[in-house]
């Protein structure tokens, strides 16, 4: 069983940073495209970043480009979500997620979520 834990969200102000950080448990998802999503209250899931630890493949939203970095720690199942100079509009919860396909962009193609974490950027 396939499990996807979140953690590292929280309260930061406008221009500062945070990172959230993804613990796989079950099996190592090396072949796997992870990826982080967020959702707003009232507001469609939209895609923020993926990548592929085979192939060294990242992918990110337009809207956080130049932002945002993602990484993997192979060694510690973890992908980790940096997220830098940060504005209101990134507030949401932001979920991990895991796709043995190949459309990082489209969440309806990952097969396992984690539960969220909460980000929220304050002014």
């Known amino acids: 069983q396939v499990q996807l834990v979140e953690s590292g969200g929280g309260l930061v102000q406008t221009g500062g940073s945070l990172s959230v950080s993804c613990a796989v448990s079950?099996?190592?998802?090396?072949?796997?495209?992870m990826g982080w999503f967020r959702q707003a209250p009232g507001k469609e899931r939209e895609f923020v970043a993926a990548?592929?630890?085979?192939?060294?493949?990242?992918w990110y939203a337009d809207s956080v480009k130049g932002r945002f970095s993602i990484s993997g720690d192979n060694a510690k199942n973890t992908v980790v979500l940096q997220m830098n100079s940060l504005k209101p509009e990134d507030t949401a919860v932001y979920y991990c997620?895991?796709?043995?396909?190949?459309?990082?962009?489209?969440?309806?193609?990952?097969?396992?979520w984690g539960q969220g974490t909460q980000v929220t950027v304050s002014s």
């Open positions: 997620a895991a796709t043995s396909g190949s459309h990082p962009y489209n969440g309806r193609m990952y097969e396992y």
């Open positions: 079950g099996r190592t998802l090396s072949r796997y495209i």
């Open positions: 990548i592929k630890w085979n192939g060294i493949m990242t």
